[in-house]
């Protein structure tokens, strides 16, 4: 069986270290470290250095001299990373070192193999958003000392600039200092690009534009995190993998959809039953004003009247804009189509510009059935920052992907709280109901230029093979949670079918070398939007895991039926304790042992009986393989 089955990648996972320095802990992964933290509290989410040359492009580092040398209460880590892509060649050495006096110190030691051009090169600092409303002492760079908060709402602009030390309460009596030397460094609330955390980065946003580094020029910064006061009494906390489950409290599920396929190929009877088996809300259609948009605009109608189902129009407009509005209403009059929702983007605005948004609304306003939104085709970062007039809209819409300035998984997996925060500030700050579309793995490409690549041939560079994979099914689950914690109305994920669906067109790919797929299967992200579908009409229960990076939980009731998704998130088998559950249930787990069985015919696999397990005394305790996703019904 393929690897990419499981975690998608189809590469070993990087080693990862647990290492201690008096009482700081933190994990050490492939020349960073993650979640620094003195017993249970978490005072790091990740330190690490990132090299970006002049587009912003994130250019990856090749690891080689690794040496790491733990003690009970110390450590010593060595290694060299060397980042070469085009003409851009830098080489820098990093040393984390951990005494028992409860120190850290990162350093990174750099040098231009090349000349080259870079927007910023040098180390970024995460504080977990746990930290939100908490307050904070900043020393600037000219000494000066600033008393303040990390931001509880999400803020549209850094809040802290020329930044030397971040200090913060940890324990009573005990703080946590955070020191940067080597350059000037800000702070900006990362949860506008939907990660968990605040970063603090080496040069300033007004300072930003491609520098130029000589062959030999180098750059030389540190971090130091240690613990300030009597860290005596910092308990030692082992947390067992616990899954709770408050049954009232319940939350709205959010509509679900999918984007029309970038692909020209025409979906199959096997594809529409299988996409009625979902139980969706709506499709989404990208609509150009090209020679064929009515013809596009025909066939996303039908498609969306074949299953009953809404239609999203993410309608990209020009320079143009009246003669394109007569074109798309002369369009709409043409068509026999449901419910529709025109979301309005037009070339050069971020945001919905409220006259734009005006004009449209005139030009629609005798429609039936035709409802409009505002908002961005950009992370929510544009949306907080372009903020129209209270009213505006009934309706506001943002993407989302988890991977702006991080790929691996465990930085996808944190993503969900904030997506929870993001979705319910969006509502407070635009009074309208929150689409959340699309919600894709990677960067979205502008999908004019998908179609010209897909139909030459050629694999766009914003498909990600976790597509096809458990650990893609998995964040699913995550997310699905997420947006009905944070309120949102609707959440648009990926396309139908082919390299960005959630199955395998049944015409197959041509990039098989490249993108692990068969002709005719589903993914197994299709399985849980069909579990999530069986409950559209219903809530979702509250739940709490007590390790969210490692697995997560998505209970569902409707009436008298309950279903609980529980996910293991890592590559190692997890035992799971559920609590608040009685009764008997039927447990089916999709892992690596029924992925084939699952994706090659779900229909099948989807109609066999489970094994029927049993709560005692309002627990359970279910065992998953790496990756899996067990399935709970109530008999």
């Known amino acids: ?147 303040g ?76 995190i240690r613990l300030l006061g009597d860290p005596a009494d910092v308990p030692l906390v082992k947390q067992g993998n616990i899954l709770t489950i408050n049954p009232v409290q319940r939350l709205k599920i959010p509509f679900i959809g999918l984007g029309m396929a970038s692909h020209d190929e025409p979906l199959t009877e096997r594809e529409y039953e299988r996409l009625a088996a979902l139980y969706l809300g709506h499709f989404r259609h990208e609509l150009y004003f090209t020679d064929d948009m009515e013809d596009r605009l025909y066939e996303a109608v039908e498609d969306a009247n074949v299953l009953e189902i809404d239609l999203e129009v993410g309608a990209h407009f020009g320079e143009n804009l009246r003669a394109e509005l007569a074109r798309l209403n002369k369009a709409l009059e043409d068509l026999d ?30 429609l039936q059935s035709v409802f409009l939104v505002a908002g961005t085709d950009d992370n929510f970062e544009t949306l907080n920052v372009e903020r129209w007039p209270a009213g505006l809209a009934e309706r506001a819409w943002y993407t989302s992907t988890p991977q702006v300035h991080a790929f691996d998984n465990a930085t996808m997996i944190e993503t969900f709280p904030a997506m929870a925060s993001v979705a319910a500030f969006a509502r407070e700050i635009t009074g309208a109901a929150v689409m959340v579309s699309p919600i894709t793995l990677k960067p979205r490409w502008d999908r004019a230029v998908v179609r010209e690549m897909l139909a030459a041939g050629k694999l766009p560079g914003d498909v990600d093979v976790r597509q096809t994979s458990l650990f893609g099914a998995g964040w699913v689950v995550g997310v699905i949670g997420a947006l009905a914690r944070g309120g949102a109305e609707s959440a648009t994920f990926f396309e139908t079918t082919g390299v960005y669906g959630v199955m395998e067109s049944d015409y197959g790919t041509p990039f098989a070398d490249q993108f692990p797929s068969h002709p005719g299967r589903v993914y197994p992200m299709w399985h849980v939007f069909a579990d999530v579908g069986e409950f559209m009409e219903g809530r979702v229960l509250a739940s709490d895991s007590s390790q969210p990076l490692v697995f997560n939980g998505l209970a569902l009731r409707e009436g008298s039926r309950y279903r609980v998704l529980v996910v293991n998130h ?35 696999y989807r109609d066999s009986a489970g094994q029927v397990v049993e709560a005692e005394d309002g627990r359970l305790v279910i065992e998953l393989r790496p990756y899996a996703i067990a399935r709970l019904d109530k008999v």
């Open 337 to 366: 189509h449901g419910d529709l929702y025109i979301l309005v983007r037009r070339h050069g605005e971020g945001a919905t510009n409220p006259e734009t948004f005006k004009l449209v609304q005139e030009a629609f306003d005798d």
């Open 149 to 224: 908060v990390f931001p509880d709402k999400v803020a549209p602009v850094p809040p802290y600039s020329n930044i030397r030390t971040i200090r913060h309460a940890v324990l009573p009596g005990v703080d946590a200092e955070v020191r940067m030397e080597g350059d000037l460094y800000e702070l900006e609330d990362q949860r506008n690009w939907s990660d968990a955390s605040y970063k603090t980065y080496c040069t300033l946003h007004q300072q930003l534009q491609p520098v130029t580094l000589v062959a030999g020029a180098t750059i030389n910064q540190s971090v130091t």
């Open 1 to 147: 069986m393929l690897p990419v089955i499981y975690d998608g990648t189809g590469q070993a996972q990087a080693e990862r270290f647990t290492l201690r320095a008096g009482k700081l802990s933190l994990v050490y992964e492939a020349g960073l470290i993650r979640y620094v933290s003195a017993g249970n509290r978490e005072i790091l989410r990740g330190v690490y250095a990132a090299v970006r040359d002049q587009n912003w492009d994130t250019i990856p580092g090749v690891l080689r001299d690794v040496s790491v040398d733990a003690q009970a209460d110390s450590f010593h880590v060595r290694f060299t990373s060397e980042h070469q892509q085009g003409e851009l060649h830098f080489v820098w050495h990093g040393e984390i070192v951990g005494t028992a006096d409860s120190t850290i110190s990162f350093t990174f030691a750099g040098t231009a193999q090349s000349t080259l051009q870079t927007n910023r090169t040098g180390f970024c600092i995460l504080h977990p958003m746990t930290l939100g409303g908490q307050a904070c002492v900043i020393e600037h760079a000219d000494g000066s000392i600033e008393t």
């Open 570 to 604: 890592t590559a190692e088998p997890q035992a799971v304790t559920i609590i608040g559950l009685d009764g008997r249930w039927s447990l089916k787990a999709l892992d690596e042992t029924t992925a084939e069985a699952a994706l090659s015919d779900p229909e099948e």
